[in-house]
């Protein structure tokens, strides 16, 4: 069964400092990944998403991520962090093979932003 | 309306009473999904409709819960006899299609279900 892990469940830095949000998957076979961004009190706004094709996927807000299939990896950057980045980030993966279409998460990793 | 809506937003029941949680999707959205949050947790499948069928739901995780979608839009999810372990954040989501590749899961803001 798909899994996917997320390292460091709260992750700290600076205004103006680079994100980096780790994300590894199981599957022997590359899912569709997603990353996700909760603001409290609300749902889950999709930030970007990678299928197939250029493995550097870029999203809103400035978030870019890249798989890397050597790494079974999907992390999650930004260069310059903003106050109002602050939220709780998921990684998501669905099985391409499409026979089964729900979506798998991470723990989730909590990032706060320092003034 | 423009994006997944669900009612109500806050639920609280005390131990062994039936809740019914509704999600309105997104006009024209084929597929719909339930999911459960629990505090500090990410959220976890419990079940998900092409139209009206329901075509996995492996995820629920008793036979208190039960989800039907009888007309292919609007969803309800019960939970009988509700327990502690019951409390935590239900998202709905809804897609164009059963596959994210082209059309990703759209989720509504969700219902936080405390059993008290």
């Known amino acids: 069964a798909q899994s996917v892990t997320q390292l460091g469940s709260h992750v700290s830095v600076s205004e103006g400092a680079l994100v980096l949000l780790r994300c590894n998957y199981s599957?022997?076979?590359?899912?569709?990944l997603f990353w996700y961004v909760q603001y409290p009190n609300q749902g889950l706004q999709l930030l970007l998403k990678?299928?197939?094709?250029?493995?550097l996927v870029k999203g809103i807000n400035g978030f870019e991520a890249e798989f890397k299939k050597s790494e079974t990896s999907f992390h999650l950057t930004k260069p310059s962090a903003h106050m109002s980045d602050a939220a709780e980030y998921f990684c998501?993966?669905?099985?391409?093979?499409?026979?089964?279409?729900?979506?798998?998460f991470g723990k989730g990793t909590l990032l706060t932003v320092n003034p | 309306g423009a994006g997944v809506s669900q009612s109500p937003r806050y639920k609280v029941a005390k131990r062994g009473q039936d809740v019914a949680l509704r999600c309105d999707p997104i006009?024209?959205?084929?597929?719909l999904f339930w999911y459960q949050q629990a505090l500090g947790q990410g959220p976890e499948f419990l079940t998900y409709?092409?139209?009206?069928?329901?075509?996995?739901k492996s995820g629920l995780p008793s036979d208190r819960f039960f989800a039907e979608r009888p007309e292919g839009s609007v969803s309800t999810l019960k939970i009988q006899r509700t327990q502690q372990e019951d409390s935590a954040v239900y998202l709905c989501?809804?897609?164009?299609?059963?596959?994210?590749?082209?059309?990703?899961?759209?989720f509504g803001d969700g219902t936080r279900l405390s059993i008290l």
């Open positions: 409709f092409q139209n009206e069928a329901q075509l996995d």
């Open positions: 989501a809804s897609s164009f299609w059963l596959d994210s590749s082209n059309q990703p899961q759209h």
């Open positions: 006009s024209g959205h084929v597929s």
């Open positions: 998501a993966a669905e099985n391409s093979g499409g026979s089964n279409y729900k979506l798998t």
């Open positions: 599957s022997s076979v590359p899912p569709y």
């Open positions: 990678y299928t197939t094709g250029a493995t």
